[in-house]
């Protein structure tokens, strides 16, 4: 059975998508971009990450899940020389979880409205 999720505390979907979708005990939550609630584009690399990955707590949150149930992510990068940067504040984001996420981080040629990155995660409850 499958449930759609979403919070107010993170952006609309810019299409036809949901922020998340709940499997049994897997999430399934949507690429996100360094947009806040309201549809504002943070401006900076640094900033867009942190968004991207409190957009992404957000929505777990709402599904009674939390970042130490994150197993995947997936980070695309317009650019890949701010993988140091991404990396640094991804690594701050994940410092107090126990098991870290497997990742792949991938450059892509151009992301929606500009974004210098997008994250995506699949989360399992035990």
Known sequence: MKKEIFTPKA???LGAYSQAVLVDNMLFVSGSIGIDEDGNLKQDII???KQCL????N???EALFSIEDIVKVNIYLTH???FAVVNSVYEEFFKEVSIKPARSTVEVSS?????LVEIDVI???S
């Open 11 to 13: 952006p609309k979907p």
């Open 47 to 49: 900033s867009q990450v």
């Open 54 to 57: 409190l957009n992404i707590k």
């Open 59 to 61: 929505i777990l949150e």
């Open 80 to 82: 890949l020389e701010n």
């Open 111 to 115: 992301l929606p409205k500009g974004a």
């Open 123 to 125: 989360a399992l409850k």
